[in-house]
């Protein structure tokens, strides 16, 4: 009912990119919010990404502003994450996740209620 798979993890050197994605059942991409969370071998959890379901708001950890873009496919129920000029720090399991009420973005906050197996980056230097 609340299936999120995430596809498009990879290595790449610094300065690459990659875009992953998140294809969603009906019920996990009609939630209030969904984002892409991180979690590096050590570090705390970090939320980078999230964008509103009604209004389209997205909203940035400031490790990725500029580099990373979030968007929505609604024909194909498709969550995206586009990472440009990666650096050996965004090295993590990303996570696709969604949320009915509440997404905040950065570290040390709540996972959302629903996310997905995630998808390992690797960015070397």
């Known amino acids: 009912q609340e299936q999120l798979v995430e596809s498009g993890g990879g290595s790449v050197q610094a300065g690459g990119s990659l875009r992953l994605s998140c294809e969603a059942s009906t019920y996990a991409y009609s939630r209030y919010c969904m984002g892409w969370f991180r979690q590096a071998a050590g570090k705390e959890r970090e939320a980078v990404a999230v964008?509103?379901?009604?209004?389209?708001?997205?909203e940035y950890a400031d490790s990725v502003k500029g580099r990373f873009t979030i968007s929505r496919d609604n024909a194909q129920n498709t969550l995206y994450l586009q990472m440009n000029g990666l650096k050996p720090e965004d090295t993590a399991m990303y996570y696709c996740?969604?949320?009915?009420?509440?997404?905040?973005?950065?570290?040390?906050?709540?996972?959302?209620?629903?996310r997905g197996q995630g998808t390992q980056v690797t960015v070397s230097s």
């Open positions: 996740a969604a949320d009915g009420s509440y997404c905040p973005i950065g570290r040390g906050g709540p996972m959302y209620n629903y």
């Open positions: 964008i509103y379901t009604g209004s389209g708001y997205t």
